[in-house]
Every structure is written in C-alpha cells, then in structure tokens.
Nanobody
Framework: VQLVESGGGSAQAGGSLRLTCVGSGYIYTRWSMGWFRQAPDSEREPVAG???????YYGDFVKGRFTIARDDAKNTVTLQMNNLKPEDTAMYYC??????????????????WGKGTLVTISV
C-alpha cells in the first residue's frame, strides 16, 4: 500500500491550496480515506475523512473552509482548503483505513499513512 501526497506549499492567509493523495496497492473503493495534520510541538489531529459511500467528516476547526472528495476511478482523494489561516500551518498526511468513517477520526483507526506534505501559511 502506498499513499503519495502532493499539493502542499506556501500561501498567504486567506488563500487556497489543494492537496491530492494517490493511492495504490489495495482495494481502494472499500476503504475510508482522510487527512490528518501535525503542527510543530503538537499532536497529529484529524482534518477530514470520507468513506466509500461519500459520507464526510471534518474537524471542528475546519468550519466550512475545507472540502474532501474522492475519485475512485483515479484512486485519489483531494482536500481543497480555502480561507487558509496561519494556524493551518502543519504537515498534512494522507490516511487510509479498511473500514468506516469513524476510523478517520483518530490516529488509532488508520491503517496506512502517506509521508506527508508541508503546508505553510503566512500572515
């Protein structure tokens, strides 16, 4: 199983970034997918998740700014991030789990991780 993230980078507050994760080596359509993030000196926290039926979960801090989507034909999951804030600065990790959406709400539920992509938001 491989998860490869792309799309991280730098942006100014109020700007947008789009993260993409491409998965391979597993039966993608039955899995839940999601994104976690980890800021310096902080624990890894769930950002968003999506299950095989398209149901979604978002962390409370998202507040309508991010949108997660999946394309099973392309084995990809994306995270569109709008109205970015400096506190969104973190390493963002793609996550996969062979199970329901609840597994995207805590690190313990994740079966596979990507290596991460860095997002840096300046004022």
């Amino acid at each position: 199983v491989q998860l490869v993230e792309s799309g991280g980078g730098s942006a100014q507050a109020g700007g947008s970034l789009r993260l993409t994760c491409v998965g391979s080596g597993y039966i993608y359509t039955r899995w839940s997918m999601g994104w976690f993030r980890q800021a310096p000196d902080s624990e890894r926290e769930p950002v968003a998740g999506i299950d095989m039926e398209g149901r979604t979960y978002y962390g409370d801090f998202v507040k309508g700014r991010f949108t997660i989507a999946r394309d099973d034909a392309k084995n990809t999951v994306t995270l569109q991030m709008n109205n970015l804030k400096p506190e969104d600065t973190a390493m963002y990790y793609c996550a996969a789990a062979e199970g329901g959406l609840a597994q995207m709400k805590a690190e313990e539920g994740v079966d596979y991780w990507g290596k991460g992509t860095l997002v840096t938001i300046s004022v």
